[in-house]
């Protein structure tokens, strides 16, 4: 596929021939016992056999829309039936979905699709009261399918049809694109291929002991890759458990689910995690279910760590994880020092892990430095982006994470900040660079500057200062998230706090310094 960077020969070949990448594809995930229960999601709770059919015939249907191999899909859908449904579909056929969240409106869907010149966008009718339709109309793609009412659109209902022999893709294709954080101006797509993806589900699901007893419950947007694939739900499905579907990780929604089911996994934040440590004292559902609460996305403080035995009744387990590929996990077994204090160590024996200070020389053992990373699941190259990925990675193919981390004897790693300029607000990552593009947009606004604001329920919440044109008047903090509204922007990016500015503090070279500006509101 044009647009992405392949391994080098010596290190695929490598991956081969120790195991780690197999012939096994992402549409052939569904491997437990074709009358166990594989999916509940609302109202529907499908067997194996159920589900394995249903995605046939969507494959067969999307096959019958002219949909091929190679293409790309932009998919954007809640945690349903519908969501796994597509995404097994367009697997087992070879169009890629391009997995965009929920909460992504217009700029993000829009340049989506342009970028990954998506044959088709597929999307729910509403999500509480945003209906995505006006804006599918106007996208540029050949087939806008709808979950749910589709009015003129096509049904995605109405796209089956009895199934057919599918010429799939080869395990070398990249099965499904992942969105990064972002760290410039517009974000950037992941390719992950077919081997590595199965084999990033199938090492997860080994490490963290999944089972065909397992019962996992979804409250992260399943469209994204620490629910989807850490282990996840295709890390259920390939070793024969079942998954529960639930809208959020909210209380009132994930415990009566969790006791109706006898769930024993769950994947959150950590601001769902000190949610849910709060939430025992005054919810009344059995709970009891839960063996591993994985926690990640965003650190995980040591003392709120300790706190998950004695409060929920379940291990806790730390993740630090990337769209991008490397994944960091404590052990089940691991003392309960290692697994309250660190975020866990490299998920495969095959990734290579270097710490560096700004000359990228490697640090003393257990100093802080900037982790670099590649492996047998860690991408080698964004879709598209080359001069991004000339500072993206070294020249030997080491991916340049941004995050500042301190690697203990053990190979566990504790991340002690970041250095990208990038906000990780309770999990969900903003890029400064793309809200300050947005904020600069705005008629009164002359500059703009974007940082994290350290948060005890969020870790981080985002403050944004501006600096007003001469003779406007400052907009205030409604009027800004208005504002953004209209341009189409996520609502999760949008700032929590404004500070009025007459200049923005610079560092000797002439650079924004975001460390000034965050003292200033400390
Ligand atoms: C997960 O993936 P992304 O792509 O949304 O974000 C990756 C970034 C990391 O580079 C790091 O900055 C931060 O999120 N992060 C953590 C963390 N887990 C992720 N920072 C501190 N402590 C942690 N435990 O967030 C993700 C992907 C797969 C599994 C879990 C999380």
Partial sequence: MEGFTPWPDDLAARYEAEGYWTGRLLGDVLRGDPSRTALVAGDDRLTY??????????????????????????????????????????????????????????????????????????????????????????????????????????????????????????????????????????????????RDYVYNLEASAEVCGFTSATVYLVVLPAAHNFALACPGVLGVFATGGTVVLSPSGSPDEAFPLIERERATVCAVVPPIALLWLDAVTWQEEDISSLRLLQVGGAKFAAERAAEVPDVLGCQVQQVFGMAEGLLNYTRLDDPRDLIERTQGRPLSPADEIRVVDEDGKQVAPGEVGELLTRGPYTLRGYYRAPEHNARSFTPDGFYRTGDLVRELPSGNLIVEGREKDQINRGGDKISAEELENHLLAHPAVHDAAVVGIPDPMMGERTCAFLVIREGQKAPDLREIKDFLRTRGVAAYKFPDRLEESDALPRTPVGKISKKALAARVQ
């Fill in 49 to 194: 056999a159920e589900l394995d059919a249903r995605a046939s015939r969507a494959a067969a249907g999307f096959l019958g829309l002219g949909l091929r191999r190679g293409d790309r899909v932009v998919v954007q859908l809640p945690n349903t039936t519908a969501f796994v449904v597509t995404f097994l579909a367009l697997v087992r056929i070879g169009a890629a979905p391009v997995l965009a969240l929920p909460a992504h409106r217009e700029s993000e869907i829009r340049y989506l699709c342009e970028l990954s010149e998506a044959r088709a966008y597929i999307c729910a009718d509403r999500d509480g009261d945003f209906d995505y339709r006006p804006m599918a109309r106007t996208l540029p793609v050949d087939h806008v399918i709808v979950d749910g009412d589709a009015q003129e659109l096509t049904a995605l209902a109405s796209v089956d049809a009895d199934p057919v022999p599918v010429d799939g893709p080869a395990p070398s294709d990249v099965g499904v694109f992942l969105l990064s954080g972002g760290t410039t101006g517009l974000p950037k797509l992941i390719p992950r291929t077919h």
